[in-house]
Every structure is written in structure tokens, then in C-alpha cells.
């Protein structure tokens, strides 16, 4: 049987045995529904340390996913709901232009626990591979011929999510994951910003959240002013902690 884990949070026992049971419908812990948005079930927890978001694992029919869902504590603020359907967006309309490098956008859905309780649900493709964070772990450093193959690819993904109008801000080694095949992928979208005439009007007004990774961030976008640029510059200091295997945080002066 398949492992399945209930997703509600004030759910006693989530990973209730009885609920491994392809017909077991509802948790048999807390009486909340293991079939979500009527199509996937949940099969383990992977993260609930990354920011506003809880990350699982789920499958619809045999196909895994990544489930991410928003945490409770964080439904009564707008802000945050906001930023956390974005990412839905931004892949979205990424995967409509064709734009590879980036996860599949599935689903985002609102689920109701037992207790009526609501989460904010969003679905994409799983990227089987690891982050280039755990892959320098296992590697020290990068070599100047990779280096120069996976700057290529990362700046092209770049590229093209910049025609869309987007701007990442937030990359850094975490969130880039090179898949199994060899790949990279640019992922984590949840601070992404279009860049419109409207955002360009709350940069000068300085009314812009500010998204900060410390050792890759810019100044500019620490103020809530990022640009085009600033996703050049995380993306070279992401470059400078592979290949010597420190920190910005280590060698900046």
C-alpha cells in the first residue's frame, strides 16, 4: 500500500496507517478528506521549514508531484496569500509560453479540513534531481567547465522569464535544482514580481516588499527597488559560492 499523509494541521496522527488504504477516504486520525481537489493524495512530508509554506509529496494516480501549502498562521494575511499564488501564476503563464527550465504548474485549489478549517493548495511538477545547495555538499566546488555550461543555461531560463515581464529575486543555490537528466531548473517563483508600469511606480515610491536572501540580494532590491539586474547579481553570487565552495556571507568585503 501506499503511504498517505493527512494535510491538516491540527491533525493528531497525519501518517495514520489506516490511511495507506487506496479506499480509505477520509483520515482516520482527524476525519479530514485524504482525496484532494477530488484527484491527489498526499504521501509524505518534505518540508515545513521553507518561509510561509509547508511542502509534501503527492501523486495523482502514479504521477508525483509537489504539493505546497500555505501555513495557517499566515491565511489572515493578504500579503502573504498573495505571494503564495503568484508562484501558481508565474508557472502558469510560464508553461503557456513554452518556457522550459522552470516546474509545470498543475493546480492551486482551496481545501477544507474536518474542522472547517481552509488551506491555500498549490500543485506542480516534481523535479527529480537535487538543488545545486546539496549538490555542493556532496562535490566541494564547481569546475570552470561546468561552471561555464550552467551559467549558459540558468542566464537563457533567465532570459526568457524576463521577456515574460517577470523578475525571479530570490535566486540563490536552494533554488535551482538540477534534474536527473542532467538539466537545471529554476525554481521557488513565491517572490517573483511582474515587472509592469505600475511596479516601476512603486519603485520610485519606494512601496515594494523587499526580498532578501543575505549574501545574494542586492542593495537596491533590499529596499524593495529591484531590477532586471538584481537577478544577475543573485545569480553571480550564486556562481562565486560554487565555485569556491563559501558563502558570499564568507568572503565579501
Known amino acids: 500500500m501506499k503511504p498517505c499523509y493527512c494535510i491538516n494541521p491540527d491533525c493528531s496522527q497525519p501518517d495514520h496507517p489506516s490511511n495507506n488504504n487506496s479506499n480509505t477516504r477520509y483520515c482516520q486520525s482527524c476525519g479530514s478528506e485524504l482525496l484532494l481537489n477530488g484527484k491527489y493524495r498526499v504521501s509524505r512530508l518534505l518540508s515545513d521549514t521553507t518561509g510561509f509554506g509547508v511542502v509534501y509529496e503527492a501523486f495523482e494516480g502514479f504521477t508525483a508531484k509537489i504539493l505546497k501549502v500555505l501555513q495557517e498562521k499566515c491565511n489572515n494575511d493578504p500579503k502573504a496569500v498573495e505571494l503564495f499564488k503568484r508562484e501558481y501564476d508565474v508557472l ?37 534531481g537535487i538543488n545545486l545547495e546539496q549538490w555542493l555538499k556532496q562535490y566541494d566546488n564547481l569546475s570552470q567547465k561546468r561552471a561555464f555550461k550552467w551559467l549558459r543555461e540558468i542566464t537563457l531560463i533567465l532570459d526568457k522569464i524576463h521577456q515574460q515581464n517577470w523578475l525571479h529575486r530570490d535566486i540563490k543555490p536552494p533554488n535551482i535544482m538540477l534534474r536527473n537528466s542532467g538539466e537545471l531548473v529554476l525554481i521557488d517563483f513565491g517572490t517573483a514580481r511582474e515587472e ?58
Open 196 to 253: 509592469t508600469q505600475t511596479y516601476h511606480q512603486k519603485v520610485k515610491g519606494q512601496q515594494v516588499t523587499g526580498i532578501i536572501s543575505r549574501g545574494y540580494t542586492p542593495n537596491e532590491q533590499q529596499h524593495g527597488q529591484a531590477v532586471i539586474q538584481s537577478d544577475f547579481h543573485a545569480l553571480g553570487r550564486t556562481f562565486v559560492h560554487l565555485l569556491t565552495g563559501k558563502h558570499p556571507l564568507e568572503i565579501y568585503d
Open 92 to 128: 502558469l503563464e510560464l508553461s503557456r509560453q513554452n518556457v522550459t527550465g522552470v516546474p509545470q504548474a498543475d493546480a492551486y485549489f482551496q481545501y477544507s479540513t474536518r474542522e472547517g478549517k481552509i488551506l491555500h493548495c498549490l500543485v506542480m511538477e516534481k523535479v527529480e
